[in-house]
């Protein structure tokens, strides 16, 4: 069955950091570029950031350049979103997706999505 879970998601204090991943499961994962969502109450999912094919290539949105790292390793069929520096407005729940192509930012972009996992960062 094809497939994208994440994990990792918790409750963290402002300034912490967190580990996500993601596994795919019933697809080549090399052949598909991954990119990082999030969604917050209330609001529309909105681009994290994507990493290419071999994983020497990413590109952030704005708000989380210089916080937030996306690797993958493509052996374990896992893309990971390593945040750093947490702040209460990264709140939401994280999904990982497949494209195509890089670099997307819109959620049509996509096409495989994990079930999301949350994250909370209290202050």
């Known amino acids: 069955q094809v497939q994208l879970v994440e994990s990792g998601g918790g409750l963290v204090q402002a300034g912490d950091s967190l580990r996500l991943s993601c596994v795919a499961f019933?697809?080549?994962?090399?052949?598909?570029?991954m990119g990082w969502f999030r969604q917050a109450p209330g609001k529309d999912r909105e681009f994290v950031g994507t990493?290419?094919?071999?994983?020497?290539?990413?590109y952030y949105e704005d708000s989380v350049k210089g916080r937030f790292t996306i690797s993958r390793d493509n052996a374990k069929n896992t893309v990971y979103l390593q945040m750093d520096g947490m702040k209460r407005e990264d709140t939401a729940i994280y999904y990982c997706?497949?494209?195509?192509?890089?670099?997307?930012?819109?959620?049509?972009?996509?096409?495989?999505w994990g079930q999301g996992t949350q994250v909370t960062v209290s202050t």
């Open positions: 997706a497949t494209s195509r192509s890089f670099i997307r930012v819109t959620v049509t972009g996509y096409e495989l």
């Open positions: 990493i290419n094919w071999v994983g020497d290539a990413t």
């Open positions: 019933g697809l080549r994962f090399n052949e598909w570029v």
